[in-house]
């Protein structure tokens, strides 16, 4: 039985760090197209949790092996002072043709005038499991931060310019991948995932 984990996405860091993460697995980490399929089902969840559901469930309805576990992930900024945007439309945000830089000084400016301690934001990550025999499994994890005035470091990606760190004192830009991932709300989904995945397949 050649048992995989489909990651739903196109994206290789994502598939990168899912690979460490669930790397005592020995069940290797592959993406739809290494698998030979390819899904972009509408995100009209309401939540993290749903859109990352419908994203495996997509996936899990292509494979046509039975001993496949599908993941598959959904994340974004929750800014508290302007009621949780841009949340679940993160990726969305003034369309998708607009750069980050663009979406991080609008945010910076929708903020004009708020205090720091009112500037809390977090990222928070949603991964949906599908096993063989159908179970499905969410597990979720959220970064804490604030947003900064500025856009500053050159890691990372999206908001990451703009998601200021206070413990540690610095953006999330600022940050290695290794920081990022260690203490990341992906990071910590991904090993809530590998720990209820552990319990499940032996
Ligand atoms: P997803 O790939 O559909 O989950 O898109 C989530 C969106 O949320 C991304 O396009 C980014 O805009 C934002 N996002 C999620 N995680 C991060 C992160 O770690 N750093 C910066 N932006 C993030």
């Not at 559901?53 to 992930?73: F, G, H, P, Q, T």
């Not at 159908?134 to 005035?149: A, N, P, R, W």
């Not at 290794?178 to 552990?198: F, I, V, W």
Request: charged share 30%; aromatic share 6%; net charge negative.
């Amino acid at each position: 039985m050649n048992r995989r984990i489909v990651f739903a996405t196109g994206n290789k860091d994502k598939i990168r760090e899912a690979s460490q993460i669930l790397d005592g697995f020995d069940i290797p980490v592959v993406s739809m197209k290494e698998a030979g399929v390819s899904a972009d089902p509408e995100e009209n969840g309401t939540s993290f949790e749903e859109n990352a559901l419908i994203k495996a469930r997509a996936v899990a309805a292509l494979l046509e092996s039975d001993s496949d576990i599908v993941l598959a992930d959904d994340s974004g900024l929750v800014i508290d002072a302007l009621d949780g945007e841009p949340g679940i439309y993160s990726a969305r945000y003034l369309g998708h043709d607009t750069s980050y830089h663009e979406k991080n000084l609008h945010l910076i400016s929708r903020l004009d005038g708020v205090p720091d301690e009112k500037r809390s934001a977090r990222f928070v990550c949603a991964i949906a499991a599908i096993l063989p025999d159908g179970t499905e499994l969410t597990t979720t994890g959220s970064f804490e931060g604030s947003i900064g005035y500025e856009e500053k470091g050159d890691h990372g990606f999206g908001y990451d310019p703009i998601f200021y760190l206070p413990d540690l004192g610095v953006y999330s830009a600022e940050l290695s991948d290794e920081e990022k991932h260690a203490r990341s709300h992906r990071g910590q989904a991904l090993r809530a995932m590998r720990d209820l995945l552990k319990e499940r397949l032996v």
